[in-house]
């Protein structure tokens, strides 16, 4: 099945951030999990991913090899998704069971095929892992060797028009998340030069997000976020 990326307005060799939401399964139950993840198109009905070894999304995509792209216009979701390990904050919201729907794909070639994908997405794209590869990264931590999975694509669900691009405070939002995770790596390999940048780049996002003052998703995210990294 070949997509043409445009119908949910995707461009090839572009990097996108999504949610991904993978599964493990324990005798019938599925138990989904969500992170917030770059992926790129690098054919119409391919996509590439590179999830860290000691994620939850790596995991899961090695055991069973199955992973469903959410496109969400909520950027509170993000923050949800991707700043976990709040168990002891009662009051924050989280991911749970109830956050899910499920989505059965029959195929020639397999078994029933169950997805779990977010409530709040207004279209997701259903994917089987075709290949592995090791590459190595390089970034501000020095060079890993990760794995990019290579994903096709088996089914895609549009649940209404959306296209929406973030505004100035959603975009900031979203990069204060990624910036919030980054972060506390750099503080678990005590990289004190490191720490101070991203902290430094975390507080000016804050102060302009706060300035905007009129997102309530991109608010809740930054108070999220402050929480996360324990300001």
Same mark, same amino acid.
């Not at 950027?75 to 989280?94: D, G, P, R």
């Not at 501000?140 to 929406?164: Q, R």
């Given at each position: 099945m070949i997509i043409d990326p445009e119908d949910i307005g995707l461009r090839k060799h572009y990097l996108y951030e999504i949610l991904a939401t993978t599964f493990s399964k324990i005798q019938e139950n599925f138990i989904p999990n969500t992170a917030s993840m770059g992926i790129r198109v690098i054919d119409y009905n391919i996509f590439s991913i590179l999830p860290y070894p000691s994620t939850t999304t790596f995991n899961n995509l090695k055991k069973n090899?199955?992973?469903?792209?959410?496109?969400?216009?909520?950027?509170? *979701?993000?923050?949800?998704?991707?700043?976990?390990? *709040?168990?002891?904050?009662?009051?924050?919201?989280?991911?749970?069971?109830?956050?899910?729907?499920?989505y059965k794909i029959s195929d020639n070639t397999e078994n029933d095929i169950i997805f779990p994908y977010l409530k709040g997405a207004w279209a997701t794209i259903f994917c089987k892992t075709i290949d592995e590869i090791q590459i190595n990264k390089k970034?501000?931590?020095?060079?890993?060797?990760?794995?990019?999975?290579?994903?096709?694509?088996?089914?895609?669900?549009?649940?209404?028009?959306?296209?929406?691009?973030?505004?100035?405070?959603e975009n900031l939002a979203l990069e204060t998340i990624i910036l919030a995770t980054r972060l506390i790596k750099a503080n678990e390999i005590r990289d004190k030069v490191l720490s101070l940048e991203y902290k430094r780049k975390i507080e000016d996002n804050i102060q302009q997000i706060r300035r905007f003052g009129k997102n309530p998703n991109a608010l809740k995210a930054i108070e999220r976020v402050e929480i996360f990294i324990g300001k």
């Open positions: 090899r199955y992973l469903t792209i959410n496109f969400v216009d909520n950027v509170y *979701l993000y923050a949800i998704a991707s700043l976990k390990n *709040l168990e002891k904050n009662k009051n924050l919201e989280n991911l749970t069971a109830e956050s899910y729907k499920f970034d501000n931590f020095g060079n890993t060797f990760i794995s990019e999975f290579k994903l096709k694509v088996i089914y895609i669900k549009k649940f209404k028009e959306s296209f929406k691009l973030f505004n100035r405070a």
